[in-house]
């Protein structure tokens, strides 16, 4: 701004002595006069120019402000809890148990299975649950089951995560979704399952 009023000061006078002065002799007094007002009003129409420009460059303080506080959320609804046996009978298990869905295996179909056979039983030689084997109705030895966690997935192929476990018998299980359980009892995508305590329950 320093450098702008010193280049208006020079050109102003420059103007004054070479240009007013010399034409005052010849221009009437009264067209002088209305000159000067014009050039007046020039100076100061740029200088409200500049001087916008200047101030259109800062940034407001209150534009600068954002606002960090997070959006409210509406409380959750209670729906109620979910029918664990139910769900897990409808997908083809026997009852829940610790959190999962629980079935027996037919070790019989097992065998079938196992040899892709069909009319085959098991027996087993002791107590202990691993030591089956397989005999046809002939009493054929055909041998022992050799991966039943593979049998509990090609029986239950919609579950995630089913492994055979041996709780008092042979049994295929898988954990228990809590979301997919929500939706299945609520018929809902929406809905949020809570564990408290023992019981399983939603909200919307």
Request: charged letters at 15%; a neutral charge.
């Amino acid at each position: 701004m320093a450098m702008l009023d010193g280049f208006l000061s020079a050109f102003f006078a420059g103007l004054v002595n070479n240009v007013i002065k010399p034409v005052s002799e010849v221009i009437p007094r009264w067209l002088l006069i209305t000159f000067a007002v014009v050039l007046a009003g020039v100076g100061i129409f740029y200088g409200g120019v500049l001087t916008g420009r200047h101030g259109a460059q800062q940034p407001s303080p209150a534009a600068a402000v954002t606002s960090t506080s997070p959006a409210p959320t509406a409380p959750k609804t209670l729906l109620g809890g979910v029918d664990l046996q139910r769900y897990c009978v409808s997908y083809r298990y026997d009852h829940v148990e610790r959190q999962s869905c629980v079935a027996t295996i037919d070790l019989d179909k097992a065998c079938d299975w196992q040899y892709n056979q069909s009319g085959l039983h098991l027996k087993f030689s002791s107590s202990d649950l691993r030591s089956g084997t397989c005999y046809t109705p002939e009493q054929i030895s055909m041998g022992g089951i050799s991966d039943m966690d593979q049998y509990c997935h090609d029986t239950f192929r919609t579950s995630i995560g089913v492994v055979a476990a041996i709780l008092d018998k042979w049994v295929c299980q898988t954990p228990i979704d809590p979301q997919i359980a929500c939706i299945w009892q609520y018929q809902s995508a929406k809905v949020e399952p809570r564990q408290e305590g023992d019981i399983l329950k939603c909200y919307k």
